[in-house]
């Protein structure tokens, strides 16, 4: 059985968290969501972890997020760290600590629009600000820089319909639902 935690900030929903979890049920995965990891207590994901009966730990914010991390990671390894709209930053520090490898799913086709600040509808709006006909989702290794770890999977699609960024985002996200289970299964079944 591989064991994966999720990592999340912020108010989180959880779309991409529910998409894993019923991905990993469908197919009868050998794959176990050991914990999920919140800064936010009053977070949507939660209510979603709770009644899959799916371990939370919540940050305690006395103690540096890094520091937390690598005590978290030690005492609770597992073989892959999943971050599903986690937006801080791993020190190097915890990169020297810690060798479990960490994806990340970005809702644009890195290296464009990637990078600082670049999250959510940030992401969406520059895309259609930038007049762009197709965007898509990418999922990559996490080093110590915003976006730049090396890309896993990545699937485009067709927004030359969609009238706001919000509509990018919707057509995006459902691209996210598809491709990120299936790269982390990817990942794992090796
Ligand atoms: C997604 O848009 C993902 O691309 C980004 O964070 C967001 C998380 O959304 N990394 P959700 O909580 O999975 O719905």
Redesign the pocket.
């Known amino acids: 059985m591989k064991q994966i935690a999720v990592f ?1 900030s912020g108010f ?6 529910l998409a894993i979890c019923e991905y990993i049920r469908l197919h009868g995965l050998p794959v176990n969501i050991r914990y999920l990891f919140v800064t936010d207590r009053n977070a949507p ?1 939660i209510e979603h972890a709770q009644a899959l009966g799916i371990e939370i730990v919540y940050y305690d914010s006395d103690v540096k997020l890094n520091d937390f991390l690598v005590d978290l990671c030690e005492a609770k390894p597992v073989d892959l760290i999943v ?3 986690f937006m801080r930053k791993f020190s190097s520090l915890f990169f020297q600590k810690i060798d479990t490898p960490i994806v ?4 644009a086709l890195l290296p464009k629009y990637g990078g600082k600040g670049m ?2 509808m940030n992401v969406h709006r520059a895309v259609f600000e930038a007049g762009e006909k197709v965007s898509g ?1 990418t999922v990559h290794f996490v080093n110590e820089n915003y976006d730049e770890g090396e890309v896993i999977l990545q699937k485009e699609c067709d927004i030359s319909m969609c009238g706001s960024p919000e509509e990018v985002g919707k057509v995006v ?1 459902g691209i ?1 639902h598809e491709i990120y289970p299936m790269a982390i299964w990817g990942f794992l079944k090796v």
């Open positions: 999340t989180s929903r959880g779309s991409n968290f994901i971050l599903a709209g990340n799913i970005h809702p999250f959510g989702a996200l996210e």
